[in-house]
């Protein structure tokens, strides 16, 4: 029957906090869509200011906004605000690839560590936990104390990936943007999603700039 040959579309839910770094999940949607995946966005109040402050978006108007900013791209996009808890993102039985939080705010993730699904965002992120999907954290904090990383470590353990927003300096970035690609492509690669955002090791002319193959501090 033609309903069991019908493939469902590729989704990965992205979510935004008000931690430092709103570029990093603005850039990760936009290389989605590139790749023809259809995101679906939940962004926090905290994460809106975020994007106002560092970016200079106009958050007034956020359907608009967004519209202006990812209808360019070939993917598609559906934005869920953070308090619509009835959403399809809020259901185990909606299938998608799995979810991302990019930039991770402590607060973002202590609700998730501790289960309490008071918003969408950790409403979709304990759905992906206990439906054993992918959920990728970036958290965005320095210094953390003893609760910060007892909250990964309770997350890890629940099989969520963390990746915390530390760039490398190896292949030699030059610009911001060169940072916030190293970051993002190292997500896509935990996501499984193949890509060319940054050089990787062994990919360098090691002779030119001077690495030893053999031996890495």
Not at 71 to 98: R, V
Request: a neutral charge.
């Amino acid at each position: 029957m033609d309903e069991w040959n019908q493939q469902p579309e590729k989704e990965w839910i992205i979510g935004i906090t008000g931690a430092s770094g709103a570029i990093y999940g603005i850039r990760l949607c936009e290389v989605l869509q590139k790749l023809g995946y259809h995101i679906k966005i939940v962004v926090t109040d905290a994460g809106w200011r975020v994007l106002k402050e560092e970016l200079g978006w106009n958050v007034s108007q956020r359907h608009e906004t967004l519209e202006q900013h990812f209808s360019k791209f070939p993917g598609k996009y559906s934005y869920f605000p953070i308090q619509d808890i009835g959403a399809t993102i809020a259901s185990g039985s909606y299938l998608t690839e799995g979810m991302v939080i990019m930039p991770c705010s402590m607060g973002t993730l202590a609700g998730i560590s501790h289960g309490m699904s008071d918003n969408l965002m950790e409403r979709a992120a304990d759905v992906m936990l206990k439906e054993g999907r992918k959920l990728i954290i970036v958290p965005r904090e320095t210094p953390l104390h003893m609760i910060h990383i007892e909250n990964m470590l309770r997350l890890s353990k629940a099989g969520a990936t963390m990746i915390p927003a530390m760039p490398a300096f190896y292949f030699k970035p030059k610009t911001i943007d060169d940072i916030v690609s190293f970051l993002v492509g190292k997500v896509l690669d935990s996501m499984g999603i193949h890509h060319n955002m940054f050089t990787r090791w062994g990919d360098l002319d090691e002779s030119k700039n001077g690495y030893n193959s053999n031996r890495r501090n």
